[in-house]
């Protein structure tokens, strides 16, 4: 965990057991003429095991001495030193013990080894453990950057490698970019750390960093130590600076901990804590930041320098292969944490922390979870409910003659804070049998389920009286629903005669979905969402999630779909198309589900196409007749020569209509009359070293950009420099439809053979989502 240590890959790099790796081969091709890389010194086996040989012979013999002189040379297997002069001497200092070999070279030293290659003036070598003393001399490592000089150079059997008043740089030969000089270091190869003492780290001949002793993790074993420090500036927060600090604590469990300070508000802590146990394993997070200086609060009450706080908890396990734990816990100190703090485990758009429990069973035909799932609002208009608790089983049996039976159950309290909102018991039970009949080239699956659900609903008075809710709950609700549907497919493929290296599949579906109609506007929404209706979504048997609403249905969907796949078996053209028809207008009785009309329909399509190697498109629509326009767009253009040279033409829609239909009621902000954005990405070298990344976003119906991003990246043999602006929305103006937006500045410097994360800009834009996944690996 600490590969990113600053110190860590300087010292790994300096005795070779960390070797180079760059995400740029171009750039790697260029620098590898710097460092050496002679096969010739390879070994291969034990090199103690390997016969010493003499290249020249000795000029002069004694018994106990040999003197070879005239640029004299001794090998062992790979293993090779040449010297002015070599005097190799054996002395039998017991009986019973093997001869002690030593070999002294003087004048123009030079040895190399499958490791590192040393050049010196004088030099000393036992032959019997392997150890080494080069005085007054400088080294190369072998396969990877590396070289340096000292005083002294010293090797101890194979586990310790000494530097006395001695430097390091990653740099080819002639450019003395950085370096590390100490007056001692000791790297134990077995305990895989190292020992520095007053340590000196340089930019040129400039001094920038200097500590007494420092003892800090090297290889592939943790070791607690300090990571690279990371610095930037932003409108939001000002100056940001913060320096990991790695603990290694147990096999089974570390922490890093973080101190960021934040010129406009302070000085945070952030902890987090890893573990793993015969549970599984997981993570706790707690950053604190106390006395907050621009904290901002709609209680006037509230203190000015407020202590601000994240608590994440998640967990993962499974216990005897049946036995399995989940938990996924944020809390936040207050509602606007995530507009002004940045978090991995949150962000504005949210608007909720989620604290959920859960606990599952799984053995044979039974599955059952006991979960606890309550949130953390973070708009006070809203009122999510908590599921506290909620136990869901499900019994599978297949092979049933021809049929397959699953049974699904679920109980659940639901409780709300506020206390003028209902709360509620519920209890479902869904039987399914399922008549599967598949061959090689089509399927038929015809299903009928009944879903009964019952309602105890307390706390009702008070909302009842609220005239603006339109809805009568009731205390006790029975409610049984059928529901049939069939579902059949076919697929044909043939070999294309126009293309004979191609090959081609024509994919039919066709389903009829029937649920009688229910009112049920006398029952809450206590975990039911209208879902999103795109191509792939056109297929599900619910509009809702959840079990509060199930919409009515008497609809026949059918799609097509055609694919083209190359020789190779990789697909090259995907086009898709499916339509909903409507025989009568899906409906809850819910005031807010009454948008469809009889013999309405939705048209929805999906479609990518490779026309290249390097050239791709992909996009989907979305027509629906009863709002009389298309309500969903996405569209891709993209160019992909490499990983270093992509261009990405971006178009997304949604239509203001679609919005309201999907969120009605939604607050004022700059998406209320929909959205229409143009993208447009990049990755692409400017000039020989300088590569750009950069992302655009502008939205039409606002008339102004989204997110913005722009960084500059330098490469060379020796270091790198990013330097990054972002701009994106953090808000809306409650006056106008203006945004609130953040700028950010940052600055890196990456010292190669210190840094293994070349391209870091764009794997952050990939993970962020703000630049998509190439159409090559879709």
Not at 172 to 177: P, T
Request: charged share 20%.
């Amino acid at each position: 965990m600490m590969k990113h240590s600053l110190a860590l890959l300087l010292l790994a790099s300096l005795i070779g057991s960390v070797f180079y790796q760059s995400a740029q081969a171009a750039l790697a091709e260029q620098c590898s003429v710097g460092f050496l890389d002679d096969n010739k010194l390879i070994a291969n086996g034990d090199l103690n095991k390997q016969p010493v040989q003499q290249a020249k012979p000795a000029t002069t013999h004694e018994q106990k001495h040999a003197m070879f002189s005239n640029n004299s040379e001794i090998q062992q297997r790979k293993m090779t030193l040449t010297a002015n002069e070599l005097q190799l001497t054996q002395r039998r200092l017991d009986q019973n013990k093997t001869p002690l070999c030593t070999i002294t070279a003087t004048g123009n030293v030079n040895y190399a080894s499958n490791e590192i290659k040393l050049h010196g003036t004088k030099a000393w070598f036992n032959l019997n453990n392997k150890d080494i003393d080069v005085n007054h001399g400088y080294y190369y490592m072998v396969g990877r950057p590396g070289r340096g000089d000292a005083a002294a150079m010293k090797r101890r059997g194979n586990r310790y490698t000494i530097l006395e008043n001695g430097s390091f740089t990653s740099c080819i030969k002639g450019d003395n970019s950085w370096s590390l000089v100490s007056s001692e270091f000791i790297h134990d190869k077995h305990w895989q750390c190292a020992k520095i003492w007053n340590a000196r780290f340089k930019i040129g001949k400039v001094p920038v960093f200097y500590s007494p002793y420092l003892q800090i993790p090297v290889g592939d074993k943790r070791r607690s130590g300090l990571m690279i420090p990371h610095a930037k500036y932003g409108s939001h927060h000002g100056l940001e600076f913060s320096t990991p600090y790695y603990l290694n604590l147990a096999p089974n469990y570390d922490a890093t901990i973080t101190p960021k300070y934040l010129s406009k508000r302070g000085i945070q802590m952030q902890t987090e804590l890893r573990y793993l146990t015969i549970w599984g394993k997981g993570l706790f997070e707690f950053d604190w930041l106390p006395k907050e200086r621009f904290y901002r609060s709609d209680n006037a009450s509230d203190d000015h320098h407020r202590n601000r706080w994240l608590l994440h908890w998640h967990h993962n396990g499974v216990q005897d292969k049946v036995w399995r734990l989940n938990v996924d816990y944020t809390k936040v100190s207050d509602y606007n944490y995530f507009d002004d703090l940045d978090s991995k485990y949150g962000s504005t758009t949210d608007g909720y922390a989620i604290q959920k429990f859960s606990l599952g069973y799984t053995k044979e035909n039974l599955d059952a979870a006991l979960s606890y799932k309550q949130f953390q609002l973070f708009d006070k208009s809203s009122a999510a409910y908590n599921a506290a608790p909620q136990l869901d089983l499900t019994y599978y049996k297949h092979d049933l003659g021809p049929f397959n039976l699953k049974v699904f159950s679920q109980a659940a309290k639901f409780t709300n804070l506020n206390q003028y909102y209902p709360e509620s018991y519920r209890l479902h039970i869904e039987p399914t049998l399922n008549l599967p009949i598949t061959n090689s080239w089509g399927k038929l699956s015809t299903e009928t389920k009944l879903m009964a659900t019952h309602y105890y609903q307390e706390n009702i008075d008070d909302y009842n009286k609220n005239i603006s809710t339109g809805r009568h709950l009731k205390g006790v609700i029975n409610r049984v629903l059928p529901q049939f549907k069939t579902d059949g497919s076919l697929v044909f493929e043939r070999n294309m005669n126009y293309a004979p290296k191609y090959m081609q599949t024509l994919e039919m579906r066709l389903q009829y979905l029937y649920v009688p109609y229910r009112y049920q506007n006398d029952i809450g929404v206590y975990d039911s969402t209208i879902l999103q209706t795109n191509y792939y979504g056109m297929f599900s048997d619910r509009t809702y999630s959840g079990l509060d609403r199930i919409s009515s249905a008497n609809q026949l969907m059918n799609s097509f779909t055609t694919r083209i796949y190359d020789a190779q078996y990789a697909e090259r053209l995907n086009a898709s198309v499916s339509k909903i028809y409507y025989f009568s207008p899906p409906s809850t009785g819910d005031i807010t589900s009454t948008w469809n009309n009889i013999g309405s329909w939705v048209w929805a399509g999906d479609s990518s196409w490779r026309i290249s190697n390097q050239w791709g498109v992909r996009g989907n629509l979305q027509y629906e007749s009863c709002l009389n326009r298309f309500t969903l767009g996405h569209a891709v253009l993209e160019y992909k020569c490499n990983n270093n040279r992509i261009l990405q033409l971006n178009y997304r829609y949604v239509s203001k209509q679609y919005l309201e239909k999907l969120c009605s009621g939604i607050s004022h902000n700059g998406y209320t009359q929909g959205i229409s954005q143009v993208g447009v990405i990049g990755i692409w070298p400017l000039v020989k070293r300088l590569s750009i990344v950069g992302a655009y976003y502008h939205d039409h119906n606002t008339n102004q950009p989204t997110n913005q991003l722009i960084s500059l990246q330098y490469n060379n043999c020796c270091w790198a420099i990013n330097m990054n602006y972002e701009r994106k929305i953090t808000g809306w103006n409650t006056t106008n439809s203006a945004s609130n937006y953040d700028n950010k500045v940052s600055f890196k410097i990456e010292l190669r053979g210190l840094n293994s994360n070349s391209g870091l800009v764009k794997n952050q834009m990939l993970i962020s989502g703000m630049l998509p996944n190439p159409i090559s690996e879709m």
